[in-house]
């Protein structure tokens, strides 16, 4: 089983920086592509970034030129640094990766808020 625990989040001002970090206790499971969704109440759970395992990167439009991620294999981490932070960026992140042959996972999320 893949278990993935993030952190990072917390309450900045808008314009500030956070990171998050999500960590994968994988063991030997190999990890494919590793993401971060977001989600507010009464929103539909929404893709921010993901970084595949060739480290091709994509971002919704709305965090690309603000948000960065990557990831370090040698501790199964994926991190998504955020700057420029918006009020609109609050909202739950949630760490998603894919492990070779095993499927789908889901962190249990963690809070980033943006006051204005």
């Known amino acids: 089983q893949v278990q993935l625990v993030e952190s990072g989040g917390g309450l900045v001002q808008a314009g500030g920086s956070l990171r998050l970090s999500c960590a994968a206790s994988a063991g030997n499971v190999r990890l494919a592509d590793m993401g971060w969704f977001r989600q507010t109440p009464g929103k539909q759970r929404e893709l921010v970034a993901r970084?595949?395992?060739?480290?091709?990167?994509h971002y919704s439009d709305s965090v690309k030129g603000r948000f960065t991620i990557s990831r370090d294999n040698a501790k199964n981490t994926a991190y998504l640094q955020m700057s420029s932070l918006k009020p609109e960026d609050t909202a739950v992140y949630f760490c998603h990766v894919v492990a070779w042959l095993k499927g789908e996972f889901w962190g249990q999320g963690t809070q980033v808020t943006v006051s204005s």
């Open positions: 970084i595949t395992g060739n480290l091709n990167t």
